[in-house]
């Protein structure tokens, strides 16, 4: 006999809590690792979010899965966030709105880019980092700095691959500047996409 589908996957309102549940887990692990790193446990993660390890194991097998899952919300961030930039209608203004989000994701999972760099991701997660999503990043960037140029608002001259790179160049290290001790994340990402920007900008006289 054929179970219908809306009978497997069970009422809406249990169908609601499973997701539900689902968000707080991955929410809570961002919370955990970023303050102990990828080593914390899952108990770490089920206490956070107020959950007991069964579900938490029924909904992410093991760690690896867990963090793979977040990987995907990774790229999920990163593309709506140069996607909202792309639909400005000033193509200069875009550049600053997908940049300023770059900021506020790299703030986010600056733990994730810590374990990459120190190799202690699993592989299957580490693979999950790699391109096509970050291909698509810089596409996406030099999408907008064509545009730019087509408005006149940055210089012809201006190699776009070099601009690209040195606005993504200036994340890593801003992240982890002393001068976030004065200032938000937010207030350093204007002040150093402005400055950027403002080198690559065509001069009116």
Not at 94 to 111: D, F, K
Not at 115 to 133: D, G, M, S
């Amino acid at each position: 006999m054929v179970i219908p589908q809306r009978q497997r996957d069970g009422p809406p309102a249990k169908r609601s809590d499973a997701r539900a549940n689902r968000q707080r887990i991955l929410d809570a692990a961002k919370r955990v690792f970023a303050e102990q790193g990828v080593t914390a446990e899952m108990k770490d993660i089920a206490d956070s979010a107020g959950l007991g390890i069964g579900t938490i194991y029924r909904n992410f097998p093991g760690k690896d899965d867990l963090l793979i899952e977040l990987c995907r919300g990774l790229a999920g961030e990163i593309a709506a966030g140069l996607s909202e930039g792309e639909d400005e209608d000033d193509p200069l203004n875009g550049i600053r709105v997908g940049m300023r989000n770059m900021y506020a994701i790299a703030n986010n999972y600056g733990w994730l880019m810590h374990a990459k760099i120190n190799q202690q991701l699993p592989p299957e997660v580490q693979k999950t980092l790699r391109p096509p999503h970050l291909d698509a990043r810089y596409q996406a960037v030099l999408r907008m700095i064509a545009r730019a140029k087509e408005h006149g608002q940055v210089r012809g001259d201006v190699d776009s691959t070099v601009l690209m790179t040195l606005l993504f160049s200036t994340i890593w290290p801003l992240l982890h500047n002393p001068a976030r001790e004065v200032q938000s994340g937010q207030e350093l990402a204007a002040a150093v996409i402005d400055i950027v920007l403002n080198g690559a900008a065509v001069r009116h006289s």
